[in-house]
């Protein structure tokens, strides 16, 4: 312990959840089991944020194979968990529902989550598909962006990332320079 009224935070990553959940290094989910634990009697406080548990849900989809459910399963049990703070706790038990239940990437569902928790409901995106899911947004209308660019595709039919589609989008109307120097 730090002090006598402030307790030792430590923060955990990626990896350690990782070795937990799969337990495909034995020795190492064994040592988190027993960070838990001290968590659980309050000799520690276990952090961690949002990226390291959008870094886990990619990771169990891309590389373990988990389905959707298992997943909103087994990170809602860590999101839910007193063991461990984690801020915007809520917005990720909703991202995580909404990845489940709407068919929906995380990082979409956790913009939809966070804008709804903010009051915001409308948002600029090219991403159409999974954003007109999530109940209460509503996909405004990008201004000055001609109609083949709002609806650009690759030949493997996958759509653009949103920020290279912007640049992609920006460069064709010759107002990339302009528009960035404006934002600084």
Known sequence: MLSGLQMNRIFIDTNL?????????????????????????????????????????????SYYAFSKQQIDKTVSSIVASNAIEIPERQILLQALEN????????????????????????????????????????????????????HFRLKDESVFPILPLWVFALEACGKRQAVFQQSC
């Open 99 to 150: 990845f489940n239940t709407l068919n929906i990437d995380f990082t979409d569902a956790y913009i939809g989550s966070w804008m709804q928790d903010r009051g915001i409901s409308e948002i600029y995106t090219l991403n159409v598909k999974d954003f007109r899911r999530i109940s209460g947004i509503r996909i405004a209308d990008i201004p000055e962006c001609p109609r083949e660019l709002k």
């Open 17 to 61: 959840f990782l070795r937990y959940i799969t337990n495909d290094v034995p020795e190492q989910a064994e040592y988190f089991e027993r960070l838990l634990n001290h968590a659980h009697n309050g000799s520690i406080l276990l952090m961690t944020n949002t990226l390291v548990i959008a870094e886990i849900v990619w990771t169990l989809k």
